[in-house]
C-alpha cells in the first residue's frame, strides 16, 4: 500500500518564545523528524503542510514573518511537497486530495500542530475521504485550552484528542510506526 507522510504545522510560531508556544513541540517534532527520516531514506511521498493565517484578528502564522516559516529541524528538502492552507483542515481549500490521488497514495501516516485543531481536523477529513490513517501520538503537540473558568493542561486535551481519534484511524507512538512501515 503506497503511503504518504504528512507533516502538519510544524512551524516557528508554535516553538519556545513564538507566538503561540505549545508544550513539549521539541519533542514531538523530534519524533515527526524521524518519520521523516524514514520516508526521506525509503523516497517514500513526504508532505509539509504551512498554515498561513488570513483572518482578521490573528495573532500567529502571519505572512512575512519568521513565524511562518517551518520550524528548522522539519524544513522540507528541494523537490518535497509543501502546501499551504488557511483553514485547520489540510484539505479545506487546497490541493491535498488532488495530489494524494494523482499520486496513488493509499494510506497517509499524520503528524503534526496542534492536535485539537489541525490535526484533528485533518485526522478526521482523510478518513472520511476514505484513507487508512496512522497518527503518530507523540509527534503531536497542543496547548491548555480554557473553558469558562476551567483550565484544561495540555496533557489532558492532548489525551482527550488522541481518544477521540481513534475513531478515525489508529493511534500509535512514532515507533509502533516506524516499526509497522519498516516490516
Known sequence: MKTALILIDIQ???????????E?????????????????????????IQHISNSP??????????GLD?????????????????????????????YLQGANIESLVLCGMMTHMCVDASTRAAADFGFPVRLAADACATRELVFG?????ASSVQAAFLAALKSYGQVLKTEEILKQLEG
Open 57 to 66: 484578528g490573528a495573532t500567529f502564522f502571519l505572512p512575512d514573518t519568521a
Open 24 to 48: 513539549a513541540p521539541l519533542s514531538a517534532a523530534q519524533q515527526a523528524r524521524r518519520l521523516l527520516d524514514l520516508f526521506r531514506q525509503q523516497g517514500w511521498s513526504t508532505i509539509h
Open 149 to 153: 473558568e476551567t483550565k484544561v493542561p
Open 70 to 98: 517551518f520550524h528548522q529541524s522539519i524544513r522540507p528538502l528541494p523537490g518535497e511537497k509543501v502546501i499551504v492552507k488557511n483553514f485547520p483542515n489540510s484539505f479545506r481549500a487546497t490541493g491535498l486530495l488532488g
Open 12 to 22: 516557528n510560531d508554535y516553538f519556545p518564545g513564538d507566538k503561540m508556544e505549545l
